[in-house]
């Protein structure tokens, strides 16, 4: 119910934001036309309106009160989270500043130690790993699809 | 007669049909990669075709094509991530099942409905094309917008839980699709100063972001890893379906096809969003729809019929009118442009046998992708015999690089992250991804035939109700949304 109310209310407020801003497209004069703002309109206020049902349907759907809503994320979830947020945020401005092959091997070497939770897996393996992929990403990519991977501004 | 004899024979040589298997296989392979697709490999292949013979050249960038569309519902069976657009209703039922243990079944269901939905729509393609083409050029700018509509409604109608949730994520991707430059008057909306969005957001990374980067974080962090594995030894045999399978699906597949074949002749659309629309008509049509989502083979059977019955669909127009039915046809009218043959109505009576040989090849290559998949169906689930540490960092790194890959700009990589944020929120607050989706797809082409049917006629808005077609559209959608709210309430009541 709660997570109902916040999901509509989120959904209205954007909706809101989004239609003050389609607001300020101008309109052709003089023409059957009705402009670049009208779609974005139409998106913005089915976003609002969507956005009211779902806050005022919350509690509609059949729960009982005294059941307790989960929290969306547990603790220690929210915690995997931040962790794996933070290595694919660091990956893609690693590939920016650095290009492809070292911030590929570093990625890999961090996602496979934090996707192997609890279980110890050897460094050696890990890096291992984390090279071979690397390459064998390259090679397909440079010699059998002929695209051209991320060389970073720094090299 | 003569013009097809020719073509036939010059398709069902050595010198054909040897490079047509390899782009069968480099086909599938580019569907099955997320991030990458059988545009992509048409679009690279496209330059190595320049000195080879027009039919050759041709044949092999449709194998290529054939094999990215069929090749898509792998990943999307293994990890859940699909491959293409064409393959998103496909993770719904074939990830579950996979994930229960039964992955050779969910392979065979797509295997079987990949090679029905291309094999018989190449087949009317080439009886009928020049029939259906006549229809298709009645359709406007008030008909293809209300079909559009229709679409996305028929899709939003399969969240029963909260049709708002639905109806929102739906008006989201309609947002989302106005970023960029309007279509007509090319006005700058949403760009945030960035040159980058001049363009709109890319599909690509858009997907990769919402599927592939949300699904691998999520799992993680619910540690939804428990994968059962299918142990095939002696067990499966031939495609691992039954006959009576096949049988409760016949009318399941007989609409799929038709709806695919339908949206996959008209211009601008195609598989991608007919797999939807055939999943959320056969997920309204079950006896069991709350199985649907949970491992359903008549999902599959609906998803793959329908985009593989695109593929057809999408050779009509472009053989009869010059006018392609999604990006890949696209892709392959400027390659009969470049072998010196000129895309349009004339097509027909210029190089009559050009047309046939792409039929042929089409035919063919559904041929190759058939034994070729039969032939790794034991073959593919070994994936998820390896390590799950091992196996998601991979596909991440995949994903970048294809979101790389696909505009080759670094930019893309932020859109995919954003979106794969996006979606984790989504998924979080309980909103459906596939409205989404569909109304981002559509967006443009939505946007562009509302004002222009609203500029070419005197009636306004009444104009998309008094066109006979465009009301027929626009009232299944308002029926398939009321529908669902009638029966709920008409439930409670009993």
Known sequence: MKKDRIVGGVMAAAGLGAAAYASTIPAPTGSADPGSGLFPMIGAVGLLLCGCGTFFSAGKSGRRPEEKEKPALSKEEAKRLGWVSAILVGYGVMLYLIGFYISSVLALYALITVFSYEKKIAFWKKLLFSVVVTAGVWLIFRYLLLVMLPSGILF | ?494
């Open chain 2, 1 to 494: 007669m003569s013009a097809f004899l020719t073509a036939l024979s010059g398709v069902m040589t050595p010198q054909c049909l040897l490079p047509m298997l390899a782009c069968c296989v480099l086909g599938i392979i580019f569907g099955a990669l997320p991030g990458l697709s059988g545009t992509i490999g048409v679009t690279l292949l496209l330059p190595l075709t320049f000195a080879m013979d027009s039919n050759i050249g041709m044949s092999m960038l449709i194998a290529i094509w054939v094999g990215g569309v069929s090749g898509g519902f792998i990943s999307a069976t293994l990890i859940g991530i699909p491959g293409t657009t064409s393959s998103i209703a496909t993770c719904y039922d074939a990830y579950p099942l996979s994930k229960k243990g039964q992955t050779t079944k969910a392979l065979g269901v797509g295997i079987f409905a990949s090679f029905i939905g291309t094999f018989f729509s190449c087949v009317i393609a080439m009886l009928l094309s020049p029939y259906i083409a006549k229809v298709a050029v009645l359709m406007g700018p008030w008909e293809i917008f209300s079909l559009c509509i229709c679409a996305i409604v028929l899709v939003v109608s399969m969240s029963k839980d909260n049709i708002y949730k639905g109806l929102g994520a739906a008006s989201m991707g309609l947002l989302f699709s106005s970023v960029g430059m309007a279509p007509i008057d090319a006005y700058k909306r949403l760009t945030f100063g960035t040159y980058n969005l001049y363009g709109g957001i890319d599909r690509v990374g858009l997907m990769l972001g919402l599927f592939a980067v949300c699904i691998v974080v999520m799992n993680y962090v619910k540690k939804d890893n428990d994968y059962v594995i299918e142990d095939t030894k002696g067990r499966i045999h031939g495609l691992g379906i039954t006959l009576g399978e096949i049988k409760s699906n016949l009318v399941n597949m007989i609409r799929s096809f038709l709806i695919g074949l339908w949206i996959g002749f008209l211009p601008g659309m195609g598989a991608g969003l007919s797999n939807m629309v055939a999943y959320a008509q056969a997920q309204s049509a079950s006896k069991h729809p709350e199985t649907f989502g949970k491992g359903n083979i008549e999902g599959i059977f609906a998803s793959e019929t329908s985009n593989n019955a695109s593929v057809g669909g999408a050779l009509i127009p472009m053989s009869t009118l010059g006018i392609p039915g999604d990006a890949t046809t696209a892709v392959l009218l400027g390659g009969l442009i470049i072998h010196g043959l000129e895309p349009g109505p004339l097509l027909f009576t210029n190089a009559p046998s050009t047309v046939y040989c792409m039929y042929i090849a089409a035919i063919v290559a559904a041929v190759f992708v058939f034994a070729l998949q039969f032939a790794g169906m034991r073959l593919f689930p070994k994936i998820l015999k390896i390590p799950y540490h091992y196996l998601y960092p991979t596909i991440l790194v995949f994903c970048f690089v294809g979101a790389f890959s696909s505009t080759n700009n670094a930019f893309n990589i932020w859109v995919m992250l954003f979106f794969g944020a996006f979606g984790i929120l989504m998924t979080l607050g309980g909103l459906p991804r596939s409205p989404f989706i569909l109304a981002f797809v559509l967006g443009k082409m939505i946007e562009q035939n509302l004002r222009r049917g609203l500029s070419y006629s005197e009636k306004g808005v009444l104009s998309f109700l008094t066109r006979p077609v465009s009301a027929v559209f626009l009232a299944v959608a308002l029926f398939s949304l009321v529908l669902p709210i009638i029966r709920g309430r008409l439930k409670r009541k009993t």
